[in-house]
């Protein structure tokens, strides 16, 4: 798999992601899962190097793992050794797993709060999601080496449009209800308590109260042309 085709694969994952409500810019979640991965999408689909950490299972990690070689920076030396990793069914699941870790967690909180990718990058480094110091930078230059902010544009025009849409159903919603209320009346009016009372002995309404002005005039037409009996049988 080229890195062009790896983008192709992972970035409409990164922005369906971001429109469902996930804290990461698109630009950001593909350059992070190039850097963890080299480019090769593995067979347990962690393309964000997410470890196993607490193992609790969520809505998109049922519990599986896969023991990997990696390395870590500690006091500026690199250190070889090896980590469970979170192993998923698709790297839509790895990336939704990823948006819970941070927005469920307060560690977290300056990667969901910043304000532009580049922000975005330092913050995932300084909240140590990763041990390398160059982390952020590198995730930075992979961002801008291939053009990837367009996916920021793609996710943001995708998130309007769904906000227009839905506020157009709200006011639909709002339309019906309005409908449904114009003609409903409070109580019977006076002149239809006959018909009702007589059409409700008869059980042919569920109740007498809350109905239209047509509704009430049809239930008194029928009474008066002696379809509705006046005295129960």
């Known amino acids: 798999m080229t890195r062009s085709e ?6 409409p994952v990164a922005v369906k992601v971001r429109v469902d409500g996930g804290p990461l810019f698109p630009s950001v979640s593909v350059a992070q899962a190039l850097l963890e991965t080299g480019g090769r999408i593995p067979a347990w689909n962690n393309i964000v190097g997410y470890k196993v950490g607490s193992g609790r299972c969520t809505p998109y990690w049922d519990g599986k793992s896969v023991r990997k070689g990696t390395w870590e920076v500690y006091d500026g030396r690199t250190v070889q050794t090896a980590a469970d990793f979170r192993a998923y069914e698709s790297i839509e699941h790895c990336l ?7 927005l469920n967690n307060a560690r977290y909180r300056a990667v969901v709060d910043a304000p532009d990718p580049e ?3 330092r913050a995932l480094r300084a909240c140590g999601y990763a041990t390398d110091p160059l982390y952020a930078d590198k995730i930075i230059s992979i961002r801008k080496t291939y053009g990837l902010a367009k996916y920021d544009e793609e996710a943001k025009k995708a998130v309007e ?3 227009e849409l839905q506020q157009k159903v709200a006011a639909l919603q709002r339309e019906v209800e309005t409908l449904r209320n114009r003609d409903r009346m409070e109580s019977v009016p006076s002149w239809a308590k006959a018909a009702v009372e007589a059409a409700n ?3 042919l309404i569920d ?3 809350g109905g239209s002005y047509d509704f009430y005039r049809i ?4 009474y008066r042309a002696g379809l509705i009996p006046k005295e129960a049988k």
């Open 6 to 11: 790896f983008i192709a694969t992972v970035a």
């Open 96 to 102: 939704k797993d990823q948006a819970l870790l941070f």
């Open 119 to 121: 922000s975005q990058a």
């Open 161 to 163: 449009a769904l906000k």
């Open 201 to 203: 002995r008869a059980k």
């Open 207 to 209: 109740s007498p109260d």
């Open 219 to 222: 239930v008194t037409i029928l």
